[in-house]
């Protein structure tokens, strides 16, 4: 992972998304967008993408195709934007006929440079709207990534769906805003061409083009990191803001390398406007995979960024929070703890591998295995070798089976149990009993 600075993440206010105002109110709640748990990078960060790039490349196709159906309209409207562009080319006459004897004009100057301008102006704006139903796409899509990077390769369409629910308007705002730098940058480039032709004030015109670039490269990384931190944290806006600001300025070298990075394939649509095997090279990246390795380096940056900065904090102040609180206090929030982790283990089904102790069985607690040739006897300590495995077994699930966690756990299936087997009464008939099974309690 790249180095770079120290960010000003501690304290209040800052990365945790807590004010002085506010108390101990939490405004920044860690995993929350998640339904699923992390799990420990053996390789690093870097280590772990590199090998989750390589064993779940189909998964990343099926991500970047899912992107590529709600970018469709986008597409129709830039290839429908190029066929007008062209179309005028060839019935306007930018300097084609003029001076061959055919048709005399007056001006074409500037000519060229104002069709530019009234095309862009039109299909840019409609372009920045469209990115609404690109962001259903790109919610779901950094939803899954981020989802990849922290369980090493767990994906579902349903989880894809999952994060558009969760994530659409955290990814459609930020990208939205990022659109309309970019329309107004193309329009200004368009308008200061258009100045330079018809001899207009130069320098003014060329100083607005650099000045719209350079905000909109800005914008663009201080909106990548809120579409970061709002896929992965639940905050209010300014939070949300604040939080990616501070992200930005403490790892702005590292940013600004790995965005770079990040837009490889763009970098290749880009150059494959002047030639024609890099451009088609471009549009295959980017049809199978180019989407979702932008989204996968962008993320696996972030989440360094996030362990690195945000997910200490989070776990000092809640260690210093622990300290201020009761014995009883703090054996109120393990029992629910345990309870929130049994009722997840109910929608699955009773099962004892979950509900009874099971004993671990040492390597040299095994049955005496028979050789070619056996005697009655040999037979008879078999039997008497599984008959004390398996009592030790019995025994074992006795002596454990009132731990907390077993307890939890049966506890909830029992009451469930009760509650779906309990008589339903009803005006004028028989009393019912609903049917269901122990073992599927989620009638």
Not at 54 to 71: A, G, R
Not at 113 to 134: E, G, K, M
Not at 195 to 200: E, L, S
Not at 225 to 244: C, D, E, M, Q, T
Request: charge should be positive; include cysteine.
């Amino acid at each position: 992972m790249p180095s770079s600075s120290k960010a000003s993440v501690k304290g209040r206010g800052a990365a945790t998304g807590r004010s002085k105002s506010d108390g101990n109110r939490p405004k920044l709640e860690g995993e929350s967008l998640a339904d699923y748990e992390r799990t420990h990078i053996p390789k690093g960060r870097w280590g772990d993408t590199w090998d989750l790039f390589k064993s779940c490349f189909v998964k990343l196709i099926i991500i970047n195709l899912f992107v590529l159906l709600f970018c469709v309209p986008s597409i129709i409207l830039m290839y429908v934007a190029s066929a007008y562009t062209k179309g005028l080319g060839a019935i306007y006459p930018f300097s084609g006929n003029v001076g061959m004897g055919v048709f005399t004009y007056p001006d074409v100057l500037g000519l060229e440079q104002s069709v530019h301008l009234t095309s862009d102006l039109l299909f840019y704006s409609i372009l920045a709207l469209s990115s609404l139903i690109a962001s259903v796409g790109f919610s779901g899509a950094l939803y899954s990534i981020r989802r990849l990077i922290n369980t090493h390769g767990d994906f579902t369409v349903k989880g894809f769906f999952r994060g558009v629910k969760l994530c659409y308007m955290n990814t459609a705002i930020p990208f939205l805003i990022f659109m309309l730098f970019f329309f107004g940058s193309v329009v200004v480039k368009d308008w200061a061409q258009y100045q330079v032709a018809i001899g207009g004030n130069k320098g003014g015109a060329i100083t607005a083009e650099v000045f719209m670039i350079i905000a909109t490269v800005v914008a663009g990384f201080i909106l990548a990191w809120i579409l970061a931190v709002g896929v992965s944290f639940k905050a209010k806006p300014r939070y949300l803001i604040k939080n990616s600001m501070v992200l930005l300025g403490g790892t702005i070298i590292s940013s600004i390398f790995m965005g770079a990075f990040a837009l490889i394939p763009v970098w290749l649509f880009w150059w494959g406007l002047y030639s024609t095997v890099v451009k088609w090279i471009a549009y295959i990246i980017f049809i199978f995979i180019g989407f979702s390795f932008v989204f996968l380096v962008w993320m696996a940056f972030a989440q360094w960024a996030f362990d690195l900065y945000v997910n200490p904090v989070l776990k000092e102040e809640k260690a210093q929070e622990d300290a201020k609180k009761t014995p009883k206090q703090l054996e109120e929030e393990a029992a629910e703890e345990r309870k929130k982790l049994a009722l997840e283990l109910l929608a699955a089904g009773r099962s004892d591998l979950i509900g009874r102790p099971i004993m671990p069985i040492p390597q040299e607690r095994v049955v005496t295995p028979l050789g070619a040739a056996f005697s009655r006897v040999s037979l008879q300590r078999v039997q008497e070798e599984r008959q004390q495995i398996v009592a030790d077994v019995d025994a074992y699930a006795a002596a454990h089976i009132n731990e907390p966690k077993y307890a939890e756990y049966n506890k909830l299936f029992a009451e469930r149990e009760k509650v779906v087997t309990a008589p339903q009464k009803g005006k004028g008939k028989k009393d019912k009993k609903k049917k269901i099974s122990s073992d599927n309690l989620l009638g």
